[in-house]
T-cell receptor, first 113, second 112 residues
Framework: DAGVIQSPRHEVTEMGQEVTLRCKPISGHDYLFWYRQTMMRGLELLIYFNNNVPIDDSGMPEDRFSAKMPNASFSTLKIQPSEPRDSAVYFC???????????FGEGSRLTVL | KQEVTQIPAALSVPEGENLVLNCSFTDSAIYNLQWFRQDPGKGLTSLLLIQSSQREQTSGRLNASLDKSSGRSTLYIAASQPGDSATYLCAVNPYNNNDMRFGAGTRLTVKP
């Protein structure tokens, strides 16, 4: 398996623009997670899905953030409108229910000017 | 709320040395604990996963132990190499696939 695949790897945008980050989890995994990593706050869980259903979105910072998982092989994280404080690396991760072992993608580095 | 602490924040050792990285957590009711490695600009790579019923896991030169009663885990790296230089993070899963809590990491530098 190719692992968790994220796109884009880098995104530079201007304040106010819409940003969409994409993730393809490992095939067969039951859970999908979106994390954000910054120097100040470390890794933070934003939202996670179980079998495509959002379970906990309490980590989503504001209504500007939304996430969807229309099927088992694809998820998006959208920020609209984006702000400079959203600049961070956004990671997608997936895990099988059998072990709970977490596998991460390479991340999407977002810079909002 | 589960808090995860990693000490030291940074560690520099000469090549060949054996070393121990520490991870402590506040709530012993965990489902599993996972150690990761992160290279600069990269994602997290899973190193070892310890289920709550296990005491340790080994992979090559790596050995991770878990003591739930004391809220501690250690990652032992034998015969360190420059290629081991990275940030090592531990993460605690309080329930299966719920809000996994990460430590801030230990930045390891192995000097040739």
């Amino acid at each position: 398996d190719a692992g968790v695949i994220q796109s884009p790897r880098h995104e530079v945008t201007e304040m106010g623009q819409e940003v969409t980050l994409r993730c393809k989890p490992i095939s067969g995994h039951d859970y999908l997670f979106w994390y954000r990593q910054t120097m100040m706050r470390g890794l933070e869980l934003l939202i996670y899905f179980n079998n495509n259903v959002p379970i906990d979105d309490s980590g989503m910072p504001e209504d500007r953030f939304s996430a969807k998982m229309p099927n088992a092989s694809f998820s998006t994280l959208k920020i609209q409108p984006s702000e400079p404080r959203d600049s961070a690396v956004y990671f997608c991760a997936s895990s099988p229910a059998s072990t709970g072992e977490l596998f991460f993608g390479e991340g999407s580095r977002l810079t909002v000017l | 709320k589960q808090e995860v602490t990693q000490i030291p924040a940074a560690l520099s050792v000469p090549e060949g040395e054996n070393l121990v990285l520490n991870c402590s957590f506040t709530d012993s009711a965990i489902y599993n604990l996972q150690w990761f490695r992160q290279d600069p600009g990269k994602g997290l790579t899973s190193l070892l996963l310890i289920q709550s019923s296990q005491r340790e896991q080994t992979s090559g030169r790596l050995n991770a132990s878990l003591d739930k009663s004391s809220g501690r885990s250690t990652l032992y790296i034998a015969a360190s190499q420059p290629g081991d230089s990275a940030t090592y993070l531990c993460a605690v899963n309080p329930y299966n696939n719920n809000d996994m809590r990460f430590g801030a990491g230990t930045r390891l530098t192995v000097k040739p």
